[in-house]
């Protein structure tokens, strides 16, 4: 289902937010990988795959012509705390948006999709978490425009890190860890409720469609979902 509010026009860019589809995971791992930075956790194809049959990867497209380009992704994990009496959580991650897509408001946009629709389908047991390396300046801003709040550190086990990540000289990976303020959703509420099928940035404005069962079939309900969790 498709929620949009406008027709493309000529001149701007039009962007579609949508649920990756799992036949859709070997073009998510080359936009993946080909987007990999010292910063980022890697995932394997079978890790995006499960992430697309539960329904907890999300993809930015530009469509132009017949042609649906990945531009954008995150996608929202089930976790555990790291500590006893390791409670679930949920962590937000892998947000990133192409290069020539930064600027036009896609990240925050699709951080808000993923965000309100994990807390209309499936609200969180616990805490909704991300982890940013203590040296990515990059996602802070947009994390902290969705809602979250940094809360200390985190540092994995070195036997699970990746040996394409940076590590510290210590031989650590550090992430600082940062904490969805559920305040927050009455935000994302309000932008869904008065979402016109548009965004805009400091670098243009540009058509977006999402399409989500829950955007486009209980706009109304997710709206007072959101809310009353607020």
Not at 119 to 139: C, Q, T, W
Request: hydrophobic content about 40%; glycine content about 8%; charged content about 25%.
């Amino acid at each position: 289902m498709r929620f949009t509010n406008c027709m493309q026009t000529g001149g701007q860019r039009s962007f579609v937010i949508r649920i990756c589809p799992e036949e859709r995971a070997e073009l998510m791992l080359t936009f993946h990988q080909g987007h990999l930075t010292e910063y980022l956790w890697p995932r394997s194809l079978d890790q995006i795959r499960d992430l697309s049959r539960q329904e907890c990867l999300f993809e930015v497209v530009e469509r132009t012509g017949t042609t649906n380009i990945i531009v954008g992704a995150c996608y929202i994990t089930h976790a555990k705390e790291i500590e006893p009496p390791f409670a679930e959580r949920n962590e937000f991650g892998g947000i990133y948006v192409s290069d020539d897509c930064r600027g036009l408001g896609l990240a925050t946009a699709l951080g808000f999709v993923a965000i309100g629709n994990l807390f209309m389908v499936d609200p969180p047991k616990g805490r909704l978490i991300a982890h940013v390396h203590e040296e990515n300046s990059l996602p802070r801003r947009v994390l902290k425009q969705q809602g979250f709040v940094q809360n200390g550190q985190e540092i994995p086990p070195r036997s699970v890190v990746p040996l394409s990540m940076k590590r510290n000289k210590d031989g650590d990976v550090v992430g600082d860890l940062f904490v969805f303020d559920t305040t927050s959703l009455t935000t994302i509420a309000d932008w869904i409720h008065n979402f016109p099928g548009t965004i805009n940035g400091k670098n243009g404005k540009s058509l977006l469609e999402i399409e989500l069962p829950s955007f486009a079939r209980m706009r109304a309900d997710l709206v007072k979902a959101l809310r009353d969790r607020a």
